[in-house]
């Protein structure tokens, strides 16, 4: 019989991946085309050793971003791919990918809306620290929240006193200069308010982004600091991996709409939303805060 006081060893590394796994697995079932679980499942499993596998999601990524038209990431599958050169799955997608870059190659003016591969708008520090100590660029992250409000009053998931309180906080803390998350869900998390899996289950729904356990995950530096940590702190997002030239990024508020289109404007890259629980949000923060050797201060 286990000791009852003995606690639990906590989840390593190897359960973190397989989490992760499981999570992108999932996501495949209900999106058989989504390019980004093809692309974080297949370098997990070239990881683990399963050649085959990893192979055959590289294929259907190649056929994905053929049917999207996005030359630049097939150039970059091609090297991928070529690791598994003599395997008739991996030969067909090569052949086939060589034929539409080749094809998309011919077209004299290429287009540049996005940056290259592995590059970021370069928005100054203070640019961006200066965009969320305006007074009014708060008040517009404020409104987004209380959008959200709304939405969790109508459904009936905040009372009327409740959504009153709420209101009143969201409104103090966009008016503070100390760096904390504006937000409804981390509001909800440290008032220990009822019904937060609810909550969670209506901003998936709502917002068709996913809740992901951003505990399995790693934050990467190339993500994360493509921005300052108090905007990352204020606004409730944490770009936590690089996909291609995406971002993955970890909100506790996937239906600001506008926050997504500015985090979009200021890396250059196309963002991705996965809703995350407030602690782990937290969580994730702090261990970035603690990895960061020099926190960059808010201008004067």
């Known amino acids: 019989m286990p000791d009852p006081n003995t606690k639990p060893s906590p989840p390593t590394g190897t359960d973190q991946v397989l989490e992760a796994v499981s999570f992108f697995e999932q996501m495949l079932q209900t999106m058989p085309d989504d390019r980004l679980s093809l692309d974080v499942l297949s370098q997990a499993y070239e990881q683990a050793g399963d050649t085959a596998r990893a192979c055959s999601l590289l294929a259907r ?47 004299a003016a290429a287009k540049t809306d996005r940056p290259a591969a592995g590059k970021s708008a370069a928005v100054p520090t203070e640019e961006v620290l200066r965009l969320i100590q305006d ?23 905040l009372s009327e006193d409740q959504y009153a309180s709420v209101v009143s906080d969201i409104t103090d803390l966009s008016a503070n200069a100390t760096p904390h998350p504006v937000s409804v869900l981390h509001l909800y998390h440290d008032r220990q308010m009822p019904q937060i899996d609810r909550i969670l289950s209506f901003a998936t729904a709502k917002s068709g982004a996913p809740l992901l356990p951003l505990a399995s995950f790693d934050p990467q530096a190339a993500a994360y600091g493509l921005l300052p940590l108090d905007y ?28 997504k289109a500015e985090l979009e404007r200021l890396t250059g890259r196309r963002c991705h939303f996965y809703l995350v629980l407030p602690a782990e949000f937290d969580a994730a923060l702090e261990k970035i805060r603690k990895q960061t050797p020099a926190h960059l201060p808010s201008p004067a």
Request: proline letters at 5%.
């Open 135 to 157: 007074p009014a660029n708060r008040r517009a992250l404020a409104m987004q929240e209380l959008d959200f409000a709304w939405m969790l009053h109508e459904e009936g998931l």
């Open 61 to 107: 990524l190649a056929r994905v971003v053929e049917h999207e038209a996005d030359a630049e990431a097939a150039r970059l599958l091609q090297t991928r791919l070529a690791r598994y050169a003599g395997t008739p799955e991996a030969d067909r997608a090569l052949e086939q990918l060589a034929r539409f870059v080749s094809q998309a190659a011919k077209p």
């Open 232 to 259: 990352l702190t204020i606004k409730g997002v944490l770009p936590f991996e690089v996909m291609s030239n995406d971002l993955l990024v970890a909100t506790l508020n996937p239906l600001n709409g506008k926050l």
